[in-house]
């Protein structure tokens, strides 16, 4: 039986969103309990209506909630009973396999970081997602916001753990393929961080491919993209803002005139084939790598179906056990140092 904490308080919406969440993410799994943590009183309030599934869901009252507007330090040391951090301490004494929120990422992070702390060996967690590419590949990113000023060693111990997370979630892959974004493929471009970040890869026993660009991430050839935040983060955000504008400008074009909504009308069913297979919140649900537990963040504003994915992707990697593959990988590739090219 895998047990999941979840903060049913955070996010933009909260409970209105979580609870129903849990009661769809729970009618399809039998083999999975949650802990909810949150204000007791609204909780059972909240749960009256999915009596179907009260005897798998367990209560944890938490009687402060974190602002999503909240500055990290202010969370950490004024909201110690707030239902983020008593999600996150499930997982800490070993009730709960993995915790998710939709909260304030800033203070996901240096909760989870200061309750959970980092595995051996790893300087900063990272935040990974897996996004669509072609072919129906997933490619895993990393780091979409966590640390915007990296070191050579720590983005090679990013690669490492996405290396490592890609194998335990997907066993019937050969060995991951790394890439490392940069602004083109050549190893003489770059910053002083990224040149140095290719020659550490290039001399250590991952499967790395080499610099990949941007318009790389989506084509299925790379397993694990490379970056630090700042430029991770930004990526993530064109993407989003890019798939809206197209979206928002395919709309317009079959709306343009009495043809063109002709043509819309014969061409419905792939559209909707096509935006429910990019639908965002089939990828909701992005990874802190390099913490002592597994930590899921939701987007603060998806619905319930969205943050139902994020519980699948909680449960998909309490149940491959990808902590210790993860642990156990760091182990075996950080323990000597990659070497430089002389």
């Known amino acids: 039986m895998i047990t999941l904490a979840v903060d049913a308080m955070g996010g933009d919406i909260g409970l209105d969103v979580t609870v129903p969440a849990a009661a769809d993410f729970l009618r399809r799994h039998a083999d999975v309990r949650l802990i909810l943590a949150g204000d007791e009183s609204r909780l059972r309030a909240a749960l009256a209506e999915h009596a179907d599934i009260a005897a798998k869901i367990d209560i ?3 009687s402060q909630v974190v602002a999503m507007d909240e500055a990290p330090q202010s969370a950490l040391k004024n909201k110690k009973d707030s239902s983020m951090r008593v999600a996150i301490e499930q997982v800490k004494n070993g009730t709960a396999q993995a915790a998710v929120s939709a909260g304030n990422t800033g203070a996901l992070m240096a909760t989870a970081r200061f309750v959970l702390k980092t595995l051996p060996n790893i300087d900063r967690p990272a935040i990974a997602k897996f996004l669509p590419a072609a072919n129906g590949h997933l490619t895993l990113v990393l780091d979409l916001g966590a640390n915007t000023d990296c070191t050579p060693q720590q983005l090679f111990q990013f690669a490492v753990m996405g ?5 335990a979630l997907r066993p019937q ?9 940069n602004i083109g493929t050549e190893d003489i471009k770059g910053t002083e961080a990224v040149k140095e970040t290719f020659s550490l890869l290039k001399n250590s026993p991952l499967n790395f491919i080499g610099n990949i660009e941007g318009n790389e991430i989506f084509g299925g050839g790379v397993d694990v993209v490379v970056a630090d935040g700042f430029v991770g983060n930004i990526v993530l955000k064109t993407i989003e803002g ?6 928002g400008e395919i709309k317009a074009e079959f709306q343009r005139n009495a043809l063109t ?3 819309g009308l014969a061409a419905l069913p792939a559209l909707n084939n096509f935006k429910q297979r990019l639908d965002p919140r089939r990828f909701n649900g992005a990874i802190f790598l390099g913490l002592r537990g597994i930590v899921i963040k939701s987007h603060g504003g998806t619905d319930a179906i969205g943050f139902a994915y994020a519980l699948e992707e909680a449960l998909h990697e309490a149940k491959a056990d990808s902590l210790n593959k993860i642990q156990a990988g760091i182990a075996q590739k950080l323990n000597t140092e990659p070497t430089e090219n002389a």
């Open 163 to 167: 290396s490592e997370l890609f194998g």
């Open 261 to 263: 909504k002709l043509g």
């Open 242 to 247: 890019a798939v809206k504008f197209m979206g």
């Open 173 to 181: 892959s050969s060995t991951a393929r790394v890439g490392l974004l």
């Open 60 to 62: 944890c009252h938490a």
